[in-house]
């Protein structure tokens, strides 16, 4: 069993770096000094003994959501042991995260010198010259540099590249599961269509067969996206022209909201969640299946946050579409974490500093067991046999990845999801139909592509 993880693992990164890798390399310099047995890289401190705080010196401020705010809080822990200079961790609430950081970055206060931000985000803020490009400090010698040769999937650091220039490093890439009931669901569905059978076999007085994620401003797109392009949907065409409203798009979307509206097999309160609801929907036997991020799986496993369902249950790969010649077309939404420098910060050098050695292995080390982001990109620590051990989904993450699929890179992105988001709420809640619901989507992403200077 250890050695199919270990091989799950290798696979991993192979598919990533395949699939993923960069079509130009990021031209900076890695440092090669030779190791030596119980020091620590350059990548985690600095050349020189640890300077001793003095008064004037500023800490580096991380904002980061709650989730993942134990592991950055132990990393700047040890940080703060090997070099003497102090970093500050202000926890975020996932709901507000995106407002929150956006309105910090467009008043340029410098509040927040590193940010936590998903790659769909990069292309916006980096064109609105809020965020700080990494290329100079990259090439500064004088500064600790990340250990490339680490890197588990060069396609992730690709995605915070814009226009040449690398505007963060990631954290980890996440998608999402199917988990299901074993003592209740014999064999997972393959398909949507069986999916749907099933949700209808597990409705009863005590729990639905499903549930959905629903909530605005944008939780519910990234819900629906994965039926969405599973049907064969496609957001923009090679011109950059919006397809939403094509008919496997409102296919897609009669589908979903049809689950409550027409079959009633999630509950009628899906229009408020998201990750916590549908958590503690199947945590709590609410719900027989589930839609959930890998995140989830160690919540599920452990008897005393899911004391109900812990032994019960099991997680595989979407369903798909079943298309005419019989093959199941599968599409999983991913998802890049990282962290990018506030261009108003005032204290860069320090801040770089510090990201290079919370992205690196002795950083990452800590988000698979103090947060909730465990598939890090680190070569390093994903081998790591008690890492291995203490992540059985590993497996399941290898297999999900061949059907990995991400937003458009533009700079409308933010914008295109929470249009997708409103459009979709509004079919979920039956104020339009899925039809006039994806033609005002179509419509809305047009003018925002127009308004962008893409046409």
């Known amino acids: 069993m250890y050695a199919k993880k270990v091989i799950a693992i290798l696979l991993f990164a192979a598919v990533l770096l395949g699939a993923c890798a960069p079509t130009t390399p990021v031209s900076t310099e890695v440092s090669n000094a030779p190791a030596q047995p119980a020091q620590p890289t350059q990548a985690e401190q600095p050349a020189e003994a640890p300077e001793q705080p003095t008064e004037e010196a500023k800490p580096v401020v991380v904002s980061v959501w709650v989730t993942d705010a134990p592991a950055v ?15 500050i961790v202000e926890e975020i609430a996932r709901e507000v995260l995106q407002e929150k950081e956006k309105t910090e970055l467009t008043s340029k206060t410098g509040a927040y010198d590193l940010l936590w931000v998903p790659s769909e985000w990069v292309a916006e803020l980096a064109e ?66 069986e999916y749907l059978q099933v949700a209808k076999e597990q409705t009863n007085d005590q729990r639905y067969g499903a549930t959905l994620f629903g909530k605005l401003p944008e939780s519910i797109a990234w819900d629906f996206i994965n039926y969405f392009w599973s049907f064969g949907g496609e957001i923009l065409d090679e011109n950059f022209r919006p397809t939403v409203n094509s008919p ?63 032994d019960k249950f099991n997680a595989t790969v979407l369903p798909g579409k079943q298309m005419e010649d019989g093959t199941i077309n599968r599409k999983v939404i991913g998802h890049v974490w990282g962290f990018v420098m506030n261009a108003s910060s005032q204290n860069k050098e320090e801040a770089y500093s510090f990201l290079v050695y919370l992205t690196g292995k002795e950083g990452l080390k800590y988000f698979p067991t103090d947060g909730a982001s465990i598939n890090v990109n680190s070569k390093a620590v994903l081998s790591d046999p008690a890492m291995i051990e203490a992540h059985p989904e590993f497996e399941l993450l290898n297999e999900s990845f061949q059907y990995l699929q991400l937003w458009p890179t533009t700079t409308a992105t933010s914008q295109i999801i929470l249009t997708i988001a409103q459009e979709a709420s509004s079919a979920l809640v039956g104020s339009k139909t899925p039809q006039q619901a994806m033609d005002d989507a179509n419509k809305a992403i047009d003018d925002l592509m127009q308004q962008a200077g893409y046409y």
Do not use: C
């Open 73 to 87: 809080r132990k990393a700047a822990e040890e940080y703060e042991k090997l070099t003497g200079k102090k970093v």
């Open 128 to 193: 609105g010259q809020l965020l700080e490009p990494l290329n100079p400090y990259m090439e500064n010698s004088s500064l600790p540099q990340p250990d490339q040769a680490d890197w588990a999937s060069p396609g992730a650091v690709e995605a915070y590249n814009y226009k040449g220039n690398l505007y963060g490093f990631p954290v980890a890439l996440d998608t999402v599961f199917l988990y299901y009931r074993t003592d209740l669901i014999e064999k997972a569905p393959e398909t949507w269509d």
């Open 248 to 310: 496997e798009g409102v296919a897609s979307l009669t589908y979903f909201t049809d689950l409550l509206n027409k079959e009633q097999v999630v509950s009628p309160g899906v229009s408020t969640y998201e990750y916590p609801e549908v958590l503690a929907a199947f945590q709590q036997d609410k719900a027989a299946m589930v839609l959930q991020w890998n995140a989830a799986y160690a919540d599920f496993g452990n008897p005393e946050a899911s004391p109900a369902i812990y």
